[in-house]
C-alpha cells in the first residue's frame, strides 16, 4: 500500500534527493544554488 509520502511523490517527479557527506560536498552544493540564478539567461530552456 502506497505511504502518504509516495503519493506526494507521484507529483514531483524532477525532485532530485542528495546526501551531503562532508564539508565540500556541502559548500559545492550550497555554491551551485547561490549562483545558479545568474546562469538563467544562458539555459536552453530560459525563456522571458
Known amino acids: 500500500m502506497p505511504t502518504d509520502w509516495d503519493l506526494q ?18 559548500q559545492r552544493i550550497s555554491d551551485y544554488i547561490i549562483s545558479n540564478p545568474a546562469h538563467w539567461k544562458e539555459d536552453k530552456f530560459y525563456t522571458k
Do not use: F, K, S
Open 9 to 26: 511523490m507521484v507529483g514531483m517527479p524532477c525532485l532530485y534527493d542528495d546526501i551531503v557527506r562532508d564539508d565540500a560536498e556541502y
